[in-house]
C-alpha cells in the first residue's frame, strides 16, 4: 500500500470513529436498541409541542422576530454543558459501568463550508435532520422526499468527499 | 394535566429537556448525541456503493435509527394525541412580511402552499423540498454533525470547531433568509 492510501485509510478510520458515535464495547441485542427510540419518542413529543419542527418558528429565528429558538437551543446548550461537566467531574460511569467516551472534534474547513451550505437548507426547509423525522410523523407526508433529498445530499458528499475541500 | 400537555410547551421547558438527552444518551449506552449520523447510517445500510466513507459497521450504529425512528413516533403522538387545540400564533412582523412573499397558509406548522404533494412538482415547491432537502444532507455531513451534534452536543462537550460549524449554520440561514428567500418564495 502507498503512503498515499495509506493516509486515506488513516483519514476515514478517524473520520468513520468522528461519526459513529456508539463509543460502547459492549455488544447486545438489538432489542437493548429499544430504549433508543422511547427516548427518541420523547425527542419528538418535545419537537412537535415546543413548535421547533414549525417551518415559522424558524423563519421567526432567522429574522430575529421572535425569542423561541433560540431560548430553545440556548437553553439545550446549557444543561448539556452543565451535564457534561457534572460526568467529567465526577468521573461518572454508563449503566453498564463503561467510562464515558466523549470523541474530540477535529477542525476543518468542512465546518465552514458544509456548515453554510447547511444553513441555506435549514432556511428553506425549516428543519434540520431531526425535525425532518417528527415533521413526517405529525403528517406532512410530503417532507419524505425532502428526507430523501437529505439522503440523496448524504450519498453525494459520500461520492465525491475526497475531492472537495476540507 | 392532558390539557395543559397540549398547549404549546415553552421554550425552557424544551430546551430543559433537548439538553438532558445529552447525558442520557450518555449514560445509558456511552452515545453521543447526534442525528444528521443516522443518514449515513442509511446511505451504508442501503447503498454503499464502492465508497470507502459507507464502509463501515453500521449495525453498530443502529440505535441511531431506532432514535430517529422514535422522532417519528413522537411527532405522530405529539400531532393526533397532545393536539393543540389552538391554531399556531406567529410573530405579526413574521407574519407580514411572509404575506407580502406569497406566502397564504399560517395555520399549520408547514406553511401547506409551499410543502404539499401538489406544489411539489411547481418550480416553488421543488426548490424547498428537493433542493432544500439535498443541502441539508449534503451540508450537515460535509459539516461533520448538525444542530444536534455540534451546536447542541459539540457546544456542550467544549468543542471549538462545533462552534465554528454553529456560527456557519446561522450564517447560512441568515443569507438565505434575508438575501435568497424572498426571490425564491415569489417563484
Sequence with gaps: MTTENLKNVENDEFEIK?????????????????????????????????????????????????????????????????????????????????????TPKTFNKGQII???????????????????????????????ITFLSALAGTWVYGYFKDKLPH | MLELLKQPWPWYIAG???????????????????????????????????????????????????????????GVIATYILTNPNPMIIAESTKEALLANNVRD?????????????SLLTLRGFIFMVVGGFLVGFGTRYAGGCTSGHAIMGLSNLQWPSLIATCCFMAGGFAMTWLILPFLLNL
Excluded at chain 1, 447486545?28 to 413529543?45: H, R
Excluded at chain 1, 423561541?68 to 459501568?97: P, Q
Excluded at chain 2, 399560517?106 to 401538489?118: G, K, R
Design chain 1, 114 to 144: 458544509g456548515g453554510l451550505i447547511f444553513g441555506l437548507g435549514w432556511a428553506i426547509t425549516g428543519a434540520c435532520p431531526g425535525p425532518l423525522f417528527a415533521q413526517i410523523g405529525s403528517g406532512f407526508t410530503v417532507v419524505i
Design chain 2, 106 to 118: 399560517f395555520e399549520h406548522l408547514l406553511p401547506t402552499d409551499i410543502f404539499s404533494w401538489e
Design chain 2, 16 to 74: 430543559a429537556l433537548i439538553g438532558l438527552t445529552v447525558p442520557a444518551l450518555l449514560l445509558i449506552g456511552n452515545k453521543s448525541f447526534g442525528v444528521s449520523s443516522s443518514l449515513r447510517h442509511i446511505c451504508a445500510a442501503c447503498f454503499p456503493g464502492d465508497i470507502t466513507f459507507f464502509k463501515y459497521d453500521w449495525k453498530k450504529e443502529a440505535w441511531n435509527l431506532f432514535f430517529v425512528g422514535g422522532v417519528a413516533v413522537g
Design chain 1, 18 to 102: 468522528a461519526t459513529c458515535i456508539n463509543n460502547s464495547e459492549i455488544k447486545k441485542p438489538w432489542t437493548a436498541n429499544l430504549v433508543y427510540a422511547f427516548i427518541g419518542i420523547l425527542f419528538g413529543i418535545v419537537f412537535v409541542k415546543a413548535e421547533i419542527v414549525s417551518w415559522f418558528r424558524i423563519q421567526e429565528m432567522f429574522r430575529f422576530e421572535s425569542f423561541h429558538m433560540y431560548g430553545v437551543i440556548g437553553t439545550a446548550v446549557v444543561v448539556g454543558m452543565i451535564s457534561v461537566f457534572i460526568i467529567k467531574k465526577f468521573n461518572l460511569k454508563t449503566k453498564d459501568g463503561e467510562h464515558v467516551i466523549l
